[in-house]
């Protein structure tokens, strides 16, 4: 069986009272890989 | 495997590549304009879906108390010991609004601080607030720290626990570490 090569995750957005953020937001998102 | 780019949230997906082995470790950050900027370390495993919840906090930070009564009602340690050493409820809700009107931050970290510590177990059913005899609400009283005096028993209690490899207690989410840490003044009171 071929080795898996990717990881999935999830973010998910909460607001300051701990609850799931409601509306469509615009994320500025950055994925650094820490080794190179 | 770096990238930056505008997504749509709140809620977003990522495939992080995996090469098991060092490389495997990433920093996720995101922005939401009128927040501060939040984000964490992930270690990439295909076996493991991985739930990031990042809290947005809006800036300017504005911080916001309950009510006296609400909060003896939903947090009554925090309550409790912000009347430590008064005589009376009254003079409890005076420190209580004049904290809020002179040091909020400090107030905020003090009330972080006792929510921590009364959470973490240090044997026989006790948590460092069940050592904590007073509190120093001068000068020192800071938004990163706070002094006061302990019971000394405490000290062979956090010994015992440390070797025991314990010091939680509860079933809840360990707290993100915050950066407040009290200092502790052992004295006999």
Same mark, same amino acid.
């Given at each position: 069986?071929?080795?898996?090569?990717?990881?999935?995750?999830?973010?998910?957005?909460?607001?300051?009272?701990?609850?799931?953020?409601?509306?469509?937001?615009?994320?500025?998102?950055?994925?650094?890989?820490?080794?190179? | 495997?770096?990238?930056?780019?505008?997504?749509?949230?709140?809620?977003?997906?990522?495939?992080?590549?995996?090469?098991?082995?060092?490389?495997?470790?990433?920093?996720?950050?995101?922005?939401?304009?009128?927040?501060?900027?939040?984000?964490?370390?992930?270690?990439?495993?295909?076996?493991?879906?991985?739930?990031?919840?990042?809290?947005?906090?809006?800036?300017?930070?504005?911080?916001?108390?309950?009510?006296?009564?609400?909060?003896?009602?939903? @947090?009554?340690?925090?309550?409790?010991?912000?009347?430590?050493?008064?005589?009376?409820?009254?003079?409890?809700?005076?420190?209580?609004?004049?904290?809020?009107?002179?040091?909020?931050?400090?107030?905020?970290?003090?009330?972080?601080?006792?929510?921590?510590?009364?959470?973490?177990?240090?044997?026989?059913?006790?948590?460092?607030?069940?050592?904590?005899?007073?509190?120093?609400?001068?000068?020192?009283?800071?938004?990163?720290?706070?002094?006061? @005096?302990?019971?000394?028993?405490?000290?062979?209690?956090?010994?015992?626990?440390?070797?025991?490899?314990?010091?939680?207690?509860?079933?809840?989410?360990?707290?993100?570490?915050?950066?407040?840490?009290?200092?502790?003044?052992?004295?006999?009171?």
């Amino acid at each position: 069986m071929a080795k898996e090569t990717v990881a999935r995750a999830t973010i998910v957005l909460y607001d300051g009272t701990q609850q799931p953020v409601a509306e469509e937001v615009d994320v500025l998102l950055e994925v650094r890989n820490n080794f190179g | 495997m770096n990238q930056t780019n505008w997504v749509k949230g709140p809620v977003v997906q990522l495939n992080l590549q995996f090469f098991d082995g060092p490389g495997d470790n990433y920093t996720v950050t995101v922005w939401v304009k009128g927040n501060r900027g939040t984000g964490d370390f992930v270690t990439a495993d295909p076996k493991i879906h991985q739930v990031l919840k990042f809290m947005l906090i809006p800036v300017p930070t504005k911080i916001t108390f309950r009510p006296w009564v609400e909060l003896k009602a939903k @947090y009554p340690k925090a309550a409790e010991y912000l009347g430590l050493g008064l005589v009376d409820d009254a003079a409890a809700q005076q420190r209580y609004t004049d904290l809020q009107a002179n040091k909020p931050a400090s107030l905020a970290c003090f009330m972080n601080l006792i929510t921590a510590m009364n959470r973490i177990g240090i044997g026989a059913g006790k948590t460092p607030l069940d050592y904590l005899k007073k509190i120093k609400w001068d000068d020192s009283f800071a938004q990163d720290r706070f002094f006061g @005096y302990i019971d000394p028993a405490m000290i062979p209690a956090v010994e015992a626990t440390a070797r025991d490899g314990g010091g939680r207690r509860g079933k809840g989410p360990r707290s993100p570490s915050s950066g407040c840490y009290a200092q502790l003044q052992t004295d006999r009171v």
